[in-house]
């Protein structure tokens, strides 16, 4: 019987309907999921994941656990759970912050810019034979 390490609460438990995490947590996030649930269908105010842990006296934990597991989407426009997978700055759910988005794009640029002027010189002749032909290997 397979063995497995459950998620949320670290458990070693015996995995044989290949959950990412084990009964006990499954029944309390079930229970805070519902919970939240009806919560947010009874109010019409914005809900963030710091107002849910405040009025419903959920953990935080749970909260975290129900946005990465996407069981639990709050509005986009709100600072939520996430963290960016190059430098693990807090993001808005997204999977990179706004700083390493704009390395990223910046970084984007600068390549497709570079890869143009490599081909205008292809083109215009103004690569030298052994140039081109170092291109070529490339």
């Given at each position: 019987?397979?063995?497995?390490?459950?998620?949320?609460?670290?458990n070693?438990?015996?995995?044989?309907?290949?959950?990412k995490?084990?009964?006990?947590?499954?029944?309390?996030?079930?229970?805070?999921?519902?919970?939240?649930?009806?919560?947010?269908?009874?109010?019409?105010?914005?809900?963030?994941a710091?107002?849910?842990?405040?009025?419903?006296?959920?953990s935080?934990?749970?909260?975290?656990?129900?946005?990465?597991?996407?069981?639990?989407?709050?509005?986009?426009?709100?600072?939520?759970?996430?963290?960016?997978?190059i430098c693990?700055?807090?993001?808005?759910?997204?999977?990179?912050?706004?700083?390493?988005?704009?390395?990223?794009?910046?970084?984007?640029?600068?390549?497709?810019?570079?890869?143009?002027?490599?081909?205008?010189?292809?083109?215009?002749?103004?690569?030298?034979?052994?140039?081109?032909?170092?291109?070529?290997?490339?």
């Amino acid at each position: 019987m397979p063995l497995f390490q459950c998620e949320y609460c670290g458990n070693v438990f015996n995995n044989v309907t290949g959950q990412k995490i084990c009964p006990n947590c499954s029944k309390e996030l079930d229970g805070i999921f519902t919970r939240i649930r009806k919560y947010m269908y009874s109010t019409e105010e914005l809900v963030t994941a710091a107002k849910l842990v405040e009025e419903l006296g959920v953990s935080e934990k749970a909260v975290e656990y129900l946005i990465r597991d996407e069981r639990l989407i709050l509005n986009r426009s709100v600072k939520t759970v996430g963290r960016c997978k190059i430098c693990g700055a807090p993001t808005s759910g997204d999977s990179l912050c706004e700083k390493c988005r704009k390395k990223f794009t910046e970084g984007m640029q600068k390549y497709r810019e570079e890869k143009n002027q490599k081909t205008e010189r292809q083109r215009s002749g103004s690569v030298t034979p052994l140039a081109r032909s170092r291109m070529e290997e490339e």
